[in-house]
Structures are given as C-alpha cells and as structure tokens.
C-alpha cells in the first residue's frame, strides 16, 4: 500500500514552482509575415555546423584545469563521458577508446586534472565540451578533501562502527520511504515491493538535491524515529532513503553532517540507496545495510513472497511425508514388539503352578504352626503356674516367719552385748587410770620438745652451709669477677653484648661496663696495628686501666 504523508508535509517538500502553463502563447496569423528583416535565414544543421567551425577555429587546442565530476567509468563503446568543473562553471568532457587505452593515468571522481585537447560541440544536444586527448593529475580536489575530512571525523566519533549497525527485519509489517516523490525513484521501489512482497509503504517526501535538500533528508529520518509504537500513524520496521544516480554535487546532500548524525540516532534499521552501484556517500557508510540501487534496497528490504509460499509448500510437504513415514514405521515396530511378546496362558502358566505349589504347602504349614503354637502354649502355662499369687504369698509369710524368730534372737544378743559394753566402760571411767595415762602422757610431750629442738639446729646448719657454698659458685661464675680482675663488658644501644669486631661499625654508639660503673663510647675507625712496643695502660681513678690508650 502506498501512503502519503499529509497534505502540508507534501506541500512543504513540493518540487520547485513550476511554470504557469495556463497562459497561451501570442500567435500572429499563419503565413503572415509580422516584421521585414534581411537576416540570413539558417536551417538548424547549418547554424550548429557554423558554431561548431567557428568554435573549433578559436579554440583549436586548450588545457584546462578543473575537477572531475560524474564520472562513471569507460562506456559500454569504450568511450568515456564525464565533466570538468571548478568554483563557477562546469565544461564536459569525452575521451574516444583509442585515446582512453593509451592514457598512463585514468580519471577518478573527484580528482583535480589538467585535461589538454580539442573544444567542439555536440550539435544533437547544442552543447559545446572538449575532447581529451591527454590527462594529467593536478592534486586533490575540493569537494573530495572536504568529503574525506568529514569521513575521518565522523568515523572518529564511532558513527561508521559495524558495532552499532542494527540487522534488518526479514519481514517488515510497515517500510518508510524517504526519497522524491515525483521522481523514478519511488516508482521503482513500489514496483519492486508489489511485486515481491507486498507491504505498507510510508512515503515522507523531501528534495533530494538543492540547498534544502540535507535539512529535509535529516528531518524525515527524525519524523520517522519519532512515531510513537501504535500511534494514528504507523511506526516503520524499516527505512529506505533512496536516490537516483547523479555526480558528486547531485548526491552532495547525502554527505552532510547533519544527515550522517540523523542516521546514527536513529532507533529504526535504515537501508541507504543512494544513486547507482559506484556511487558512495557519507549515508552509506552510516547506514545499517547499504544497496547498490533504489530497487536493490526494496529487494534487501523484503523477501519474495512466490518463493517463501514456495518454500512453505516444500516443508509442508515433506513434513506430512515425513509423519508418514514415521507412523508407518511406528506401526511397523509396534507390530513387530507384539509378535516377539509371549501369549497370556504362557504368562499366567508359571503363576498359577507357583499358587497350587503355595496352597500345599499351606495346608501343612498350618497344621505345623497349631502344633507349635500349642507346644509353646503348656509352656507358657507352667510358667504361670509357678508365678501364681497364693504361690507367692505362702513363699513370704515363710520368709517372714524365719525374719521373726531371727528378729528375736538377734535382739537378745544385742541386750546382752550392750551390757557388756556398759561394764567396761564404767571401769574405764575410773579417776585413777586416767591420772596416770595424763602424766605418762605429759613425759612423752617434753621429750618430743627436746628432740624437735635439735633437730631444728641440724637442719639450720646444713641449710647455711649448703648456701654458702652455692653463693661462691654463683661469684665465681658471675661476668662482675671478671670485671674486677679488669676486663670490660661492651654493650650494643638494645643492651646486648657485642661479641666480635666485625659487628661494630664506625659511627655506633656503646656502652662499656666496668666493675665500678659504664662509660657511653662511639667506635672509631680501627688504627693498623702498632709495630712500636706496648705502652704501659695509663690507670684512671680506681685502679681500672684505660681501654682506649696503649692497648692493641
């Protein structure tokens, strides 16, 4: 289906005013003459011959510097068709086959040439071009510098990434289409869908060269991004900005900063279409699927439907085939399991031989279980009859009767014991025994006095000899005897001893103890070995000899 925008975004992106065709022209009558004149009368042939001459004679051989412009390569013939333009004019230009097969440097879009050859014209189209018969390179030109600095600082804000390039609906419900709506363009992508799969086509207008031409591109892709998910106006799935060819300024619009940004913020895949298959622009590059013409994106756009039905009708077909084949299979192995299954006599056979086996042995193990159970009844009997109440209870009033007349005897000597007991204790009671056992006694307590006593001074003795002998030991194992006989003791800044030579540096702080106090020292650097004979030591107060005068 194809759908228009509304009338005002059709009005505003209208094609230049046409002229009024509405006026008719002023005519005089046929075959009156309506002015004399005595002007030669040319035919056309003749008047484009004469320019052609005269144009020919003036300009028989020129150079001339300029850009190339819509340039397309050699033609089908091997000739090559292309213009030469600078700041304010454009010339055309054709080099024949044999001239072009010969040239060292082939012409590029873009290139700025020095083209040397003949000015004639073209009397079929009364335009007048130069025929090259040699080109030279004469620098970059203009328009190609700018397009390429673009290029490089866009790609430098990732907007060419293949990162960011979002995949294309295989089968899109609504397309819009940004394109002229009065041009070839837009009829061949209709075309193009109706016959492949037909879809609902948005078309936003715009102009596709001229000043406003960028502005109105980068304005639809932002109305397009802009619909709202269900609104009046349905959100495309897929954009399609589309172009005929033309040379480089024609499609300048679509190198456009502001239509390369417009691309890469939008949410909606677009397919850029921009011209013919040689023709690049900065859209292309940004661009989520780039196709060589307007009906190739209508192609990539949407698949074809004849070979989707097609391919449906395929798989439908081999799945009915395939569930076929599958149930017949089923069937026949479902066939095959029940024959390799025994019958059900031969199931139940062995079962019921194991039931008639289990019933005879039954019967006689019953009869067995009675006879046990019976045996272990009597048993169980004699066992109550010795555990019987009136059993029991005659067997305690015996044992009682035996405690009674045990209970009488007992207490009878225990009477008789108790007064024994009583007369020896009124004899031990007596006033005299108990005076003699006091003063025999009281001796033995004054002679354990006498011998604690000495025992004590013994002990002291050997106690205070014993620690004599180990306060000398201590004294002379102790670092102070030293000392006194005159050694010292050199002490590091933690308190530890300093054994050797080697753990001294120069520069370090000591301490020399002595018997009678320390003295705080810093160790010097050590002076050779003195060959003079030894100095007596000088002998500092106390009698302790200097360590640091004489000595080695």
Same mark, same amino acid.
């Given at each position: ?10 009005? %505003?992106?209208?094609? *230049? ?72 004019? $454009?010339?055309? !230009?054709?080099?024949? =086959? ?43 030109? !203009? ?18 990434? +293949?990162?960011? =390039? ?20 837009? $009829? &061949? ?89 040689? +023709? ?20 990539? !756009? ?44 031969? #199931?139940?056979?062995?079962? $019921? ?5 289990? /019933? ?7 009869? @067995? ?8 009844? %009597? ?11 009136? @059993?029991? #209870? ?11 007349? /045990?209970? +009488? ?8 014991? $108790? ?9 031990? #009671?007596? *006033?005299? *025994? ?76 000591? &301490? ?41």
């Amino acid at each position: 289906m194809h759908r228009t925008m509304p009338y005002r975004m059709t009005r %505003a992106a209208a094609s *230049p005013k046409m002229p009024d065709m509405s006026r008719k022209p002023v005519t005089g009558t046929p075959g009156t003459d309506t002015t004399a004149t005595n002007a030669q009368e040319w035919t056309v042939s003749s008047l484009s011959g004469a320019l052609k001459r005269t144009l020919e004679d003036a300009f028989g051989h020129v150079r001339v510097r300029g850009e190339i412009t819509g340039y397309r390569g050699p033609h089908s013939s091997g000739h090559a068709y292309f213009g030469i333009k600078d700041e304010g004019a $454009r010339i055309d !230009a054709v080099i024949w =086959k044999g001239v072009f097969q010969k040239l060292r440097i082939r012409p590029e879009e873009g290139m700025e040439v020095i083209a040397t050859g003949r000015i004639t014209t073209f009397p079929g189209s009364s335009k007048y071009q130069i025929v090259v018969e040699s080109i030279e390179p004469a620098g970059v030109g !203009a328009l190609m510098a700018i397009l390429e600095e673009r290029r490089r600082k866009l790609a430098a804000e990732g907007l060419f990434d +293949d990162a960011r =390039k979002r995949p294309i609906p295989y089968l899109p419900r609504v397309i819009g289409v940004v394109t002229s709506p009065t041009g070839a363009v837009i $009829r &061949d992508i209709l075309h193009r869908l109706s016959d492949r799969f037909p879809r609902h086509v948005l078309v936003w207008p715009v102009r596709v060269q001229g000043e406003t031409s960028a502005a109105e591109v980068a304005a639809a892709i932002r109305g397009f991004n802009a619909l709202p998910p269900g609104g009046p106006v349905p959100r495309p799935d897929v954009l399609i900005v589309a172009r005929g060819g033309g040379s480089l300024e024609d499609l300048w619009s679509f190198n456009e900063e502001i239509v390369v940004r417009a691309v890469a913020e939008g949410t909606i895949p677009l397919i850029a279409a921009i011209g013919h298959e040689t +023709d690049w622009t900065l859209i292309d590059l940004a661009a989520d699927l780039r196709a060589p013409t307007p009906t190739g994106a209508a192609e990539k !756009a949407v698949p074809v439907r004849r070979d989707l039905v097609a391919t449906l009708a395929d798989l439908s077909r081999r799945h009915h085939g395939a569930m076929s084949r599958l149930q017949d299979r089923r069937a026949s192995d479902l066939r095959a399991l029940a024959r390799a299954l025994p019958s059900g006599e031969s #199931l139940l056979a062995n079962a $019921r031989q194991r039931v008639d086996l289990t /019933g005879g042995r039954l019967q006689h193990a019953l009869g @067995l279980g009675v006879r046990r159970h019976g045996a272990r009844l %009597a048993v169980a009997g004699q066992k109550l009859a010795r555990l019987s109440p009136l @059993l029991l #209870l005659e067997r305690a009033r015996a044992r009682w009767r035996v405690a009674a007349r /045990g209970l +009488d005897l007992g207490f009878s000597h225990g009477l008789e014991r $108790r007064a024994a007991l009583l007369a020896r204790a009124a004899t031990r #009671l007596s *006033p005299q *025994p108990v005076r003699l056992r006091i003063a025999d006694h009281g001796q033995r307590l004054t002679t354990a006095g006498i011998r604690l006593a000495n025992a004590c001074r013994a002990t002291l003795s050997t106690r205070r000899t014993q620690v004599d002998s180990v306060w000398k030991l201590v004294e002379s194992l102790s670092h102070k005897g030293v000392l006194a006989r005159g050694y010292a003791l050199v002490l590091d800044d933690a308190g530890h001893a300093v054994r050797a030579r080697a753990n001294v540096t120069e520069g370090m702080a000591l &301490d020399v103890v002595f018997a009678d106090g320390k003295v705080r020292v810093v160790a010097g650097e050590s002076a050779p070995p003195a060959r003079a004979r030894r100095r007596k030591p000088e002998v500092q107060e106390g009698g302790q000899p200097s360590l640091f005068t004489g000595g080695d």
